[in-house]
């Protein structure tokens, strides 16, 4: 009889005492395949590794050092910071903008355009302001700082189709399509991003041969985390929401609207970053190599 794989993974440890941050303890596992078929495969961990809570690809809870791994036939995906480095993105798209304008382009200037960004795209999420004024109000504001006139919506409409053409991929995008799309599972992008880009995206990104079908906030007429965009999802895709996975960075819309909709989340955390909000996803990964543990 063959030896199980053993794979070496991080847990965080949280005992009863430590108040502080939690300890990363490294231990080995080993698979096991359930021997009935159909059910999942079980990871049996040492029962020394006592933990209380865990953040591993993969794992759908702890149950006396045993968890399944849960697999999905719909993979819902968020675009900006999930698969598209956004922040490179927007430096190419200002950066090329403000040469055609003739416009002096500095570091700085990126800087507080992501902050007045971040500002108009908060807004709208909150539906205090529509799709159409989150776009012009951010280069208002800057241009107000600046000193500089332009025509804002001019300028938006320009900057969108620079931005549609920045192929900043995250790692392992590219990969975790072709293996989704190798076990015949279907991808779905859902964006509160604007079409433009997306339709700019379409001429140019290698994921896109495997994408089977678009979810955009402005065409929709709801933004993530509104139930109602969930619900329109819902209805174009006929497979139960057991079955699904929303995968995004975003804790407010990305998750929080998943879970609201009654479908399991899996937030992208690559920066390691503490949350400390009331949202919880069923899942945290901090690269989408881990996503394979789903397939």
Request: a neutral charge.
């Amino acid at each position: 009889m063959s030896k199980p794989p053993v794979l070496m993974i991080l847990v965080k440890v949280y005992p009863s005492r430590n108040r502080g941050k939690p300890s990363v303890l490294m231990i080995l596992v080993k698979v096991y395949p359930g021997r009935n078929r159909g059910k999942p495969p079980v990871l049996m961990i040492p029962t020394k590794a006592v933990a209380k809570t865990a953040t591993l690809p993969g794992m759908k809870g702890f149950a006396r050092g045993v968890i399944a791994i849960k697999k999905y036939d719909i993979f819902l995906f968020d675009a900006d910071d999930t698969l598209y480095d956004y922040t490179l993105s927007t430096a190419h798209a200002l950066k090329s903008m403000f040469e055609q304008c003739n416009f002096n382009y500095t570091a700085e200037i990126q800087a507080r355009y992501g902050v007045i960004n971040l500002q108009a795209w908060a807004s709208y999420e909150k539906g205090e302001i529509s799709i159409d004024e989150m776009q012009s109000v951010r280069f208002a504001r800057l241009f107000e700082e600046m000193g500089v006139y332009h025509d804002a919506n001019d300028f938006n409409t320009r900057y969108l189709y620079e931005l549609g053409k920045g192929m900043f991929l995250l790692d392992g995008a590219v990969e975790i399509f072709r293996e989704i799309a190798s076990h015949n599972k279907q991808i779905y992008i859902v964006t509160n991003g604007l079409k433009a880009t997306q339709e700019s995206r379409a001429k140019y990104s290698p994921l896109n041969e495997y994408i089977t079908g678009f979810f955009i906030a402005s065409e929709v007429g709801h933004q993530k985390p509104c139930k109602e965009f969930f619900e329109h999802v819902f209805k174009h895709i006929p497979t139960p929401k057991e079955n699904m996975l929303i995968i995004g960075d975003s804790l407010t819309a990305d998750v929080e609207g998943g879970n609201n909709a009654g479908i399991d989340t899996c937030w992208l955390n690559t920066h390691d970053e503490e949350n400390n909000t009331h949202i919880k996803p069923t899942y945290e990964i901090k690269n989408l190599h881990q996503l394979k543990s789903f397939i």
